[in-house]
């Protein structure tokens, strides 16, 4: 059973910059797409950004990107999210989630890192 932790969260003004990471504890980990999603308060969920498991092929959401990198090291079983220039909108509890490549749907989930961002 794949399961997923993120750290990295945490206060940052405006601007600033946070690198969250997600660590997996498979060792099959690059058979996975892993994706980035968060969730502010009173918001549905939405996507942030995807990383394919062969590759490294990457997807972001219109609003960040240009200021998001996602990067995976598949030796470290981690997937990383470095966020820069962020905004006080970019606030919101962020998830990563991931994908076997053989599945259509994100089955398996972390418990999130809140992220806060002050103007």
């Known amino acids: 059973q794949l399961q997923l932790v993120e750290s990295g969260g945490g206060l940052v003004q405006a601007g600033g910059s946070l690198r969250l990471s997600c660590a997996a504890s498979?060792?099959?980990?690059?058979?996975?797409?892993i994706a980035w999603f968060r969730q502010a308060p009173g918001k549905e969920r939405e996507f942030v950004a995807r990383?394919?498991?062969?590759?490294?092929?990457?997807w972001y959401a219109d609003s960040v990107n240009d200021r998001f990198t996602i990067s995976r090291d598949d030796d470290k079983n981690t997937v990383y999210l470095q966020m820069d220039s962020l905004k006080p909108e970019d606030a919101a509890v962020y998830y990563c989630?991931?994908?076997?490549?053989?599945?259509?749907?994100?089955?398996?989930w972390g418990q999130g890192t809140q992220v806060s961002v002050s103007s």
């Open positions: 990383i394919a498991h062969i590759g490294g092929a990457t």
């Open positions: 989630a991931a994908r076997h490549i053989d599945s259509s749907t994100y089955d398996y």
């Open positions: 498979i060792r099959t980990f690059n058979v996975y797409f």
